[in-house]
């Protein structure tokens, strides 16, 4: 495939909306502290834009782009750049391109999915904001209708992931009733 071909076919696949996220790494100059860049699409104002964020040797920095401006800054990146991974809804490219900006492409059909366009997501809790908790009540984190009260946040994010850890530990100890039990170095039972 020639790089026109593949600029055509990429520009034909964003402009559908099928991309999921791309990733474009390996600089072809050792001294561009540009690293990487990270693209996904999100959904802002009721217009669908590209996430695009530069991950430099110490910093990140994020842009929005719209899809248009996204499509034309390839080129750009097409001659900084060597290694690109373009996953779509139902298959991902991974190519790198020569000194001679030859293509070199794989392809490969994936499961079908669907790009989560949301800018903002939500983080999951094991224990949920708005549903009261006696315990977290007491100890001055929610409110008595269960909000969590703006100054206590950092508190219940940190219990919500020692919470994670316990969960996440569970699974790893013996089963029934004869699987042991815990001693401690004493010798003691706990």
Same mark, same amino acid.
């Given at each position: ?33 540009? #690293?990487?860049? =990270?693209?996904?699409? !999100? $959904?802002?104002? *009721?217009? /669908? ?7 430099? &040797? #110490?910093?990140? =920095?994020?842009?929005? !782009? $719209?899809?248009? *401006?996204? /499509? ?7 001659? &900084? ?110």
């Amino acid at each position: 495939m020639e790089l026109h071909e593949l600029k055509a076919s990429l520009a034909s696949q964003i402009t559908q909306g099928t991309l999921i996220h791309a990733t474009i790494s390996n600089p072809r100059q050792k001294s561009n502290d540009l #690293r990487r860049i =990270k693209v996904k699409p !999100i $959904l802002l104002r *009721d217009t /669908v834009m590209m996430q695009v964020e530069f991950q430099f &040797e #110490r910093v990140m =920095k994020h842009e929005n !782009i $719209l899809i248009d *401006d996204f /499509v034309g800054r390839l080129d750009d990146w097409f001659t &900084e750049f060597r290694q690109f991974l373009f996953r779509f809804e139902e298959e991902e490219w991974q190519f790198q391109l020569s000194k001679k900006l030859k293509v070199a492409i794989k392809t490969s059909k994936k499961e079908p999915m669907k790009a989560l366009l949301s800018h903002d997501r939500k983080k999951t809790y094991l224990l949920e904001d708005g549903v009261p908790v006696p315990f977290l009540i007491r100890l001055g984190v929610m409110t008595e209708a269960g909000q969590v009260k703006k100054q206590k946040y950092d508190k219940f994010k940190q219990i919500n992931r020692f919470l994670e850890f316990v969960e996440d530990s569970i699974a790893a100890l013996p089963k029934g009733k004869n699987s042991g039990s815990w001693t401690s170095d004493a010798g003691n039972r706990i």
